[in-house]
């Protein structure tokens, strides 16, 4: 018995998450295209998904070693580094991409049918592929200096968990209003640019929370700042007991994220039937 | 009898125009400013003035499993908008649509061809955003390259395609989908007459298996050979649903033949002139009065006019102006001393094959070369795209040129 579709204004859709389900083979697809076409002409190819965030750690670990930022003892200060900014790389790709994801995607919206969130999951998607490639780098260097990271490295796809919703909550927030407002699309590497300089990636967190002279009420909007939770958890998952957790910001990570989730989802769901018609 | 494939009651879609951004897209800024602005102003409305717009209106209609639906109209009817609803792209603004089974849509050649993926791997891309399967595409893959004959470029980037290929490529996968309902907009205007003619095939094929296909395109030919159910759509509103031979007719016929039938206001000082026109008539090569031309038909312009006395070396002359003010003609008649009296002069076109398009007359009357009555910027004469020209319609567009008259051109091997 074939499906029956009932087309009507403002009609919500019942099977909405399981439209998305059934969907899942043009998510696998979409996500493929990116992965291909990113490095199509280019003489390295798949090198690059490993060059790039080898770059960025060379640089913040530059400029952390230029300013001499505290390093817990007995840690080197390139694995440090290279902790916080796998994390910050993903989401700050992943962001960006899922904020631009469906105006570079304009002709599939006004074209053909499929529910609209494919768009945005499978740019995160290819974010996270890129992730998991560059992890190798960490796993190297974890191997090179003899640093055995313990029990606690089980946590990290918790955290990962954690960006992943970050990302994409704020991701999806930005994309539908990129749809009727452009200007979107340049406050979003304002927005990365400046996400950088407050996240703990080229110094650490310790240094905001145990420092005696900052007033509580910094260290909270600190805080606030969902990535600072990531961040922080991934060196606690990979540099074990020389890095701690501050609970109380920890969990503001989670509701921040949590919350961001859900208002992204919720925002996407309200503007997506008009997508066709605006963009 | 059986469930309707679709049924649509009361279809309606409004759009608001906004006539103070001109942009597509708005600006924060100017969201902003706006509201401020409307904060101090005591009529909200004064800031903004919002047009609506109904592109579609009041449609209904049924179609049985396995119907082949032709909708046609001229340029802004409502056609794709109507394809928009029913393939789910956009929503209604009122009325509902019941869809039993799955649809696949085709509104545009290659929706989501990458033009940097091989024909292998948009083949694979394509199928899956038209809503194929992995396992679906893998078992007719062989069946969609055979189909678009680019066996040999299989791995090559589909940038480097001609576009026949790239055509022939993106519909065979689109002519492989097994959907219960296919929507097929204006795909083949592009592509080689051969091709077309197994696409067409291809597409009854489909509805032979008890599918329905929905069928937009301005060449008459083609929804005639394919469809029979027409739909015929004007400013939104559904004017006729019918067998479609019926439908096409009329079509061409034009809704209302006022536009062909120019009555010309009789000039204050008419007695003191020669004489003056009073009506200017579009006729087809049968004398008919027609709105529109189809391109490559003959065409006559029949122009009503009264001489108060004797004329000395009278003549009639028409000008045929492009939409771009650009003269291409002047025609008149031989210069004759004429009685007073109701003449009718006729100007009869059959050589000049004018690409489809709008055109502005230019009507003169003349005694001894001074003009005394000329019409300017009153009389259109439209070709339209439907085409009666069977061989080349597809070079048939406004790059073609304004005149389409073939040259008389030969091809002799050397030897």
């Given at each position: 018995?074939?499906?029956?579709?009932?087309?009507?204004?403002?009609?919500?859709?019942?099977?909405?998450?399981?439209?998305?389900?059934?969907?899942?083979?043009?998510?696998?697809?979409?996500?493929?295209?990116?992965?291909?076409?990113?490095?199509?002409?280019?003489?390295?190819?798949?090198?690059?998904?490993?060059?790039?965030?080898?770059?960025?750690?060379?640089?913040?670990?530059?400029i952390g070693w230029l300013f001499g930022s505290h390093v817990p003892e007995g840690v080197p200060r390139i694995l440090v580094v290279c902790a916080a900014t796998l994390p910050w790389s993903f989401f700050s790709s992943a962001f960006s991409d899922a904020s631009n994801s469906l105006l570079v995607n304009s002709n599939l919206l006004s074209k053909v049918y499929f529910p609209r969130l494919l768009i945005p999951i499978s740019s995160v998607l290819v974010c996270l592929i890129d992730f998991l490639i560059s992890f190798a780098i960490l796993l190297f260097l974890l191997v090179v200096f003899r640093f055995n990271p313990g029990w606690k490295i089980c946590f990290l796809p918790l955290f990962l968990g954690l960006a992943f919703m970050i990302a994409m909550g704020t991701?999806?927030?930005?994309?539908?209003?990129?749809?009727?407002?452009?200007?979107?699309?340049?406050?979003?590497?304002?927005?990365?640019?400046?996400?950088?300089?407050?996240?703990?990636?080229?110094?650490?967190?310790?240094?905001?929370?145990?420092?005696?002279?900052?007033?509580?009420?910094?260290?909270?909007?600190?805080?606030?700042?969902?990535?600072?939770?990531?961040?922080?958890?991934?060196?606690?998952?990979?540099?074990g007991n020389s890095m701690s957790i501050y609970i109380p910001g920890f969990i503001t990570s989670i509701v921040i994220s949590v919350l961001s989730l859900i208002l992204g989802v919720w925002y996407f769901r309200k503007t997506e039937k008009s997508f066709a018609d605006v963009i | 009898m059986s469930v309707p494939a679709i049924k649509v009651e009361n279809l309606g879609k409004q759009y608001i125009l906004n006539h103070l951004s001109k942009e597509r897209y708005t600006n924060l800024r100017d969201v902003i400013a706006r509201r401020a602005k409307s904060i101090f102003s005591s009529d909200p409305k004064a800031s903004s003035s919002k047009e609506e717009f109904w592109a579609l209106q009041d449609i209904s209609f049924e179609l049985e499993p396995g119907a082949r639906l032709g909708i046609i109209g001229r340029n802004g009817a409502g056609k794709s908008t109507?394809?928009?609803?029913?393939?789910?792209?956009?929503?209604?603004?009122?009325?509902?649509?019941?869809?039993?089974?799955?649809?696949?849509?085709?509104?545009?050649v290659g929706t989501g061809f990458h033009p940097e993926l091989s024909g292998r791997?948009?083949?694979?891309?394509?199928?899956?955003?038209?809503?194929?399967?992995?396992?679906?595409?893998?078992?007719?893959?062989?069946?969609?390259?055979?189909?678009?004959?680019?066996?040999?470029f299989l791995d090559t980037p589909v940038k480097r395609y001609s576009s026949g290929m790239y055509v022939r490529l993106a519909f065979a996968v689109a002519a492989h989908l097994e959907p219960?309902?296919?929507?097929?907009?204006?795909?083949?205007?592009?592509?080689?007459?051969?091709?077309?003619?197994?696409?067409?095939?291809?597409?009854?094929?489909?509805?032979?298996?008890?599918?329905?296909?929905?069928?937009?395109?301005?060449?008459?030919?083609?929804?005639?050979?394919?469809?029979?159910t027409g739909l015929l759509l004007h400013k939104g509103k559904l004017v006729t649903l019918g067998p479609i031979e019926q439908v096409t007719r009329k079509y061409m016929e034009g809704s209302d033949t006022g536009t062909a039938l120019y009555d010309i206001p009789v000039p204050e000082n008419k007695e003191k002139e020669y004489g003056f026109v009073h009506r200017i008539q579009v006729e087809d090569e049968k004398g008919n009065?027609?709105?529109?031309?189809?391109?490559?038909?003959?065409?006559?312009?029949?122009?009503?006019?009264?001489?108060?006395?004797?004329?000395?070396?009278?003549?009639?002359?028409?000008?045929?102006?492009?939409?771009?003010?650009?003269?291409?003609?002047?025609?008149?008649?031989?210069?004759?001393?004429?009685?007073?009296?109701?003449?009718?002069?006729?100007?009869?076109?059959?050589?000049l094959m004018l690409v489809s398009g709008q055109y502005k007359l230019v009507i003169g009357l003349s005694a001894e070369g001074k003009t005394f009555q000329y019409i300017n910027e009153l009389v259109t004469l439209s070709i339209s795209e439907i085409s009666t020209l069977t061989h080349n319609e597809r070079i048939v567009n406004q790059e073609s040129g304004l005149i389409l008259n073939p040259m008389n051109i030969t091809i002799t091997p050397l030897k």
């Open positions: 018995m074939p499906s029956r579709i009932i087309i009507e204004h403002g009609s919500k859709s019942k099977s909405y998450w399981k439209d998305i389900w059934n969907y899942r083979g043009l998510l696998y697809f979409l996500a493929w295209r990116d992965v291909l076409v990113r490095y199509k002409q280019t003489s390295i190819g798949i090198i690059w998904s490993l060059l790039r965030p080898l770059m960025t750690i060379a640089v913040m670990w530059f991701g999806l927030f930005i994309a539908a209003l990129n749809v009727k407002f452009r200007d979107f699309r340049y406050i979003v590497p304002f927005i990365v640019q400046f996400g950088l300089y407050v996240s703990p990636v080229a110094f650490s967190s310790d240094y905001i929370f145990k420092h005696k002279s900052i007033p509580e009420a910094v260290k909270f909007i600190y805080a606030m700042n969902p990535m600072v939770g990531v961040i922080d958890g991934f060196r606690w998952c990979i540099l | 109507l394809l928009k609803i029913l393939s789910r792209i956009t929503e209604p603004t009122n009325g509902r649509v019941t869809i039993e089974g799955r649809v696949a849509s085709l509104l545009e791997e948009n083949i694979y891309l394509n199928g899956s955003i038209l809503g194929m399967d992995k396992a679906e595409i893998r078992k007719k893959f062989d069946e969609i390259v055979a189909f678009a004959e680019v066996e040999r219960e309902i296919l929507i097929v907009d204006e795909v083949l205007a592009v592509g080689d007459a051969a091709f077309q003619k197994k696409c067409l095939g291809k597409m009854r094929d489909v509805s032979g298996q008890g599918r329905t296909v929905i069928f937009v395109s301005h060449n008459m030919e083609a929804v005639q050979k394919l469809c029979t009065p027609v709105p529109e031309i189809p391109v490559g038909a003959n065409w006559q312009i029949r122009v009503l006019f009264r001489l108060n006395r004797v004329t000395p070396s009278f003549v009639a002359g028409l000008g045929l102006v492009s939409y771009l003010d650009f003269p291409i003609r002047t025609s008149w008649s031989q210069p004759a001393d004429t009685n007073a009296g109701e003449y009718e002069v006729l100007f009869k076109n059959d050589d």
